[in-house]
């Protein structure tokens, strides 16, 4: 395995890791453990960076006239690594989402407690 091979299943693997652990929060949230959803943001956003870092590395090396050898892995680990950015943001909108509905019934509760 070159080592352009091995930072593209560098970059597979922290993605893949990284998109679990931002599914992960959402899955928590639902059950309304919104303190486990922090943590694992953080460990997500860890895995992300450690791709991105090695991603950067490859631009670099390229930018610096290294020739990339594009293959069905290298656009597979871009597509995962793209993936795994949109699977973040939609995972905070689902947060968002699930924490304002919390916040709602909450008060619902309140309102009919007041009135029964």
Not at 31 to 45: I, P, Y
Not at 87 to 93: G, N, S
Request: aromatic share 6%; net charge negative; hydrophobic share 40%.
């Amino acid at each position: 395995m070159t080592g352009s091979e091995q930072d593209l299943f560098e970059i597979l693997s922290n993605a893949g890791a990284a998109k679990s652990e931002y599914m992960k929060a959402i899955q928590s949230v639902k059950k309304q453990n919104f303190a486990e959803v922090e943590s694992l943001f953080k460990t997500g956003d860890e895995y992300l960076l450690a791709a991105h870092k090695v991603h950067t590395k490859m631009i670099q090396e390229e930018a610096g006239g290294s020739e990339p050898k594009i293959s069905l892995l290298l656009v597979h680990v871009e597509d995962q690594l793209m993936g795994c950015e949109s699977i973040k943001i939609m995972a905070k909108e689902f947060i968002h989402v699930y924490a304002q509905l919390q916040d709602l019934k909450k008060e619902q509760t309140v309102i009919l407690n007041k009135i029964t």
